[in-house]
């Protein structure tokens, strides 16, 4: 069993219901190898997307007030994407708390992008459903302090692929190719890596839950490490 007390000072926040945070921190796969009805964080997950969308909607509206609804959405998907989830998941050391299959514990669930994601998610709606939106808008804020002040340009692509190609080929007329290096983890949670290439130079590599959401960020990492390499005058 995790040690909610370390998990909670790590937080910034006390459970009045401590059987919230502990079913945030179950895998599903714990109910997939017992073959019972087993309360995992699938629901809270769902829960938490919509109430961190909500707050951090909210929190952008009110700071630029003259970007429109595009630039808007933008940031937020800046914000909230799995692999910026999963950073900030791992900085709450969320993976030694996670309740585990033996399946998943032995295919190294624990390190899991995708299950360090989920289960941050699924803690922000056990907070709200413990404290309420105020409390966990609170810890939003706090968790995504930094995250605002990276978003003030907005340089954040709705189709990293198609940007991707426009800029390659402004220099040549080859498109870029995407490779598939991966599919890991049990059917119920696949996690795929990828890499694109242009004129047989890999650019950059990605990860995601499909092979489109990999593609897609290997194409932002590439566009990121591009304009760091020619910045924009």
């Not at 309740?99 to 994601?117: K, P």
């Not at 130079?201 to 092979?211: C, F, M």
């Amino acid at each position: 069993m995790p040690d909610l007390a370390v998990l909670q000072a790590r937080l910034g926040y006390d459970f009045r219901d401590e059987s919230l945070l502990l079913v945030a921190v179950t895998h599903p796969s714990v109910a997939h190898e017992l073959g019972a009805p087993v309360q995992h964080n699938q629901r809270l997950e769902f829960l938490g997307d919509a109430v961190l969308q909500l707050a951090l909607t909210r929190e952008l509206y009110e700071r630029f007030p003259g970007f429109s609804e595009g630039p808007l959405t933008k940031a937020r998907a800046k914000l909230v994407n799995r692999r910026s989830l999963a950073v900030r998941g791992r900085s709450l050391e969320l993976g030694q708390h996670l309740i585990l299959s033996r399946g998943e514990e032995s295919h190294g669930g624990r390190e899991r992008s995708s299950a360090i994601a989920d289960a941050y998610e699924s803690v922000v709606g056990a907070i709200f459903l413990d404290g309420g939106y105020d409390a966990a808008r609170e810890f939003i804020l706090r968790e995504f302090s930094s995250g605002f002040g990276e978003v003030s340009a907005i340089p954040v692509l709705d189709n990293p692929k198609g940007e991707l190609q426009e800029l390659l080929q402004a220099k040549s007329p080859v498109a870029p190719r995407y490779h598939v290096i991966s599919a890991t983890g049990p059917d119920h949670d696949r996690m795929f890596e990828c890499t694109v290439h242009h004129a047989g130079v890999e650019l950059a590599s990605g990860s995601g839950k499909s092979k489109k959401a990999a593609e897609s960020e290997a194409a932002q990492a590439a566009l990121n490490k591009l304009r760091e390499e020619q910045p924009t005058p």
